[in-house]
């Protein structure tokens, strides 16, 4: 039953999109278009896509528009595009994006900025005018530009409520509400900015609140319980979920946890105090880093009513460089401690599996680690122990495909560093490195793209091109194409144009190979059933097959591509060519199963 479903779901994608392409009017059931065929779910514990295929979200966070900038952090100094790429052809899939309860708010009601931290110079494209020099776009106008450069990259957005009043150190505050925005505000908050992108799956989740955190003697705290308290935290969850869920409810929803729980088994509540001085060092609670703490989930699990396959748990860890947390176990003064005493079993023994880590053991719930990261160099970490955290916890995550998003792209972060440096001009190789294992990618060290049809970078591959099962190349480009022009090409100039073609709109774009043209097309087929010649088979050479037979002349194939599209074994190109590409993306057919012409 799965597999006809599959197939009819393939089949219809493929057939609405050739009968769009000659122009024959379409059934009455719309086939899901390209800016609504990315939604994530939840099924059995996993995050899927629409079809039922898993997916490993693997980002990064950049932060700016929760701080005053108004803007990305970086913006002062680095052209903003040019940073996306970067990250687009990593490999991070998703970026989350630091906000605030107060810059939403801005946007919904038009009001002016503040002063915005743009670089005029180095951003020509984010101003009024277009022209170096000039006017600094509005700053939600700038916001939606990076959506359609992260739409057009391959990049998934989550945004995260970092704190109610943009300030740089807005995180300190415990809660998601304080006195300049309120409860309401924050739902509002939530409401309109899941109503305005609920058609654009772009943005695919939001962070319901940064790091809620407290105890009872900081005079405001986050706890988790059945309460209806303004803050009970999961009870504040559900109410910022169906804010966003009624309004779109094909978003994924993050929900954090806390700082603190009490020790019931002991005869503690929240009225306990955060330390008896007659017992100390002795706590009522078991601690855990801000937004990380999860036992209350235990007893009372977030409920999302008809939306519960829409919610993921978002812990954050972090090493001893941020703080020495006593399951560390070290010794000496930091950060050159004489000695630590961790591994993977004592950490899950003694903090992950009680706090976080059985949600994703026991098949409870998918995890995301939305912040984790540090330093590994030897002048921050001489010592080796962060470095050796950050291992323990990467492979793990690896080991349980727990999603994560890396802090962080930005250099500014204090504590723990990030992947750029020297004023966001440089990328820090020896830090990607590290966290290159943990990115989604196929056994040929090809990115995977959280979108169907768009591959994430230049380096990578859609997510469609990934579940056809086909194998995907990428050539390593060290130096960008030459521009394709009208005229004839020596032999010295990139080959033939290869058509690449949306499978949602059916959109034709010409891109130039990187490889030396031959000075007569190949006789052969380099992968039977690629009639765009990316190196797979999917639905876009079904629709390019059907195109080119119906002869569209909007539609440019090359030599290679016509010789690739004839795999029915018969001679010549026809739509019984399609229908074989569709069977094998369907896996009724294997890819050995098309032919060459007799």
């Known amino acids: 039953m799965k597999r006809m479903k599959k197939l009819a779901a393939v089949l219809t994608a493929g057939v609405m999109l050739a009968m769009q392409s000659l122009s024959m009017p379409a059934p009455t059931a719309q086939a899901v278009d390209g800016n609504h065929d990315d939604w994530l779910h939840v099924e059995n514990g996993k995050v899927v896509d629409m079809e039922g295929h898993e997916v490993w979200m693997t980002g990064v966070n950049w932060f700016g528009y929760n701080v005053g900038s108004q803007i990305f952090d970086g913006a002062w100094s680095a052209n903003v595009n040019h940073c996306l790429d970067l990250i687009a052809d990593h490999g991070f899939n998703l970026l989350r994006v630091p906000m605030s309860t107060e810059i939403l708010l801005q946007w919904k009601a038009g009001k002016p900025d503040p002063i915005i931290k743009l670089n005029e110079y180095e951003n020509p494209e984010l101003t009024i005018e277009g022209e170096v020099g000039g006017t600094p776009m509005y700053s939600f106008d700038i916001w939606n530009k990076v959506v359609g450069w992260c739409k057009e990259k391959g990049i998934k957005i989550m945004i995260d409520i970092h704190c109610a009043t943009t300030n740089a150190a807005g995180h300190n505050y415990a809660l998601w509400y304080d006195s300049n925005y309120s409860m309401n505000d924050w739902l509002t908050a939530l409401s309109w900015f899941s109503e305005y992108y609920k058609d ?151 903090y992950w599996r009680d706090t976080w880590a059985y949600l994703v053991e026991d098949n409870i719930a998918p995890l995301l680690m939305g912040e984790w990261g540090g330093f590994i160099d030897k002048e921050n970490d001489p010592s080796g122990a962060n470095t050796q955290w950050l291992t323990l916890l990467r492979d793990y995550m690896i080991d349980m495909h727990i999603h994560h998003t890396f802090w962080c792209f930005n250099e500014n972060s204090s504590d723990t560093g990030g992947l750029m440096y020297d004023n966001f001009q440089k990328w820090d190789d020896e830090k990607y490195a590290f966290v290159e294992p943990a990115l989604w990618q196929d056994d040929n060290g090809v990115f995977i793209s959280l979108d169907h049809e768009i591959p994430i970078g230049k380096n990578g591959q859609s997510l469609s091109q990934y579940y056809s099962g086909s194998t995907v190349v990428v050539p390593k480009v060290t130096t960008a194409p030459p521009a394709v022009t009208t005229e004839p090409a020596p032999v010295t100039t990139p080959s033939a144009v290869t058509t690449l073609v949306s499978t949602t709109s059916a959109t034709v774009t010409t891109v130039a190979e990187t490889t030396p043209a031959p000075s007569t097309p190949e006789k052969k087929p380099t992968m039977l059933g690629d009639a765009s010649c990316n190196g797979s088979v999917a639905v876009e050479d079904a629709v390019i097959i059907c195109r080119f037979v119906s002869e569209d002349r909007g539609l440019t194939v090359s030599d290679q591509g016509i010789v690739n599209a004839d795999c029915d074994g018969v001679k010549g190109v026809t739509g019984d060519d399609a229908i074989m590409v569709l069977k094998v993306i369907a896996k009724i057919l294997l890819p050995e199963d098309l032919k060459e012409p007799a």
């Open 200 to 350: 654009d799956d772009t943005v695919i989740a939001i962070d319901l609140k940064n790091e809620p955190h407290g105890k009872t003697d900081d005079g405001i705290f986050a706890k988790w319980d059945g309460s209806s308290d303004d803050n009970n935290w999961r009870y504040a969850a559900e109410r910022g979920a169906k804010a966003c869920l009624d309004q779109n409810p094909n978003l994924l929803i993050m929900v954090e946890g806390i700082e603190v729980y009490p020790k019931f088994e002991e005869g503690e509540d929240w009225n306990s105090h955060s330390v008896d001085y007659t017992r100390y060092p002795w706590s009522p609670y078991h601690g855990a880093w801000w937004g990380a703490n999860f036992r209350g989930a235990k007893d009372y699990p977030v409920d999302l009513g008809e939306h519960q396959s829409q919610l993921v748990y978002s812990p954050h860890d972090y090493g001893p460089l941020v703080w020495e947390q006593d399951w560390f176990h070290l010794e000496g003064t930091k950060p050159n401690w004489t000695s630590y005493k961790f591994d993977r079993k004592s950490l899950l023994d003694e």
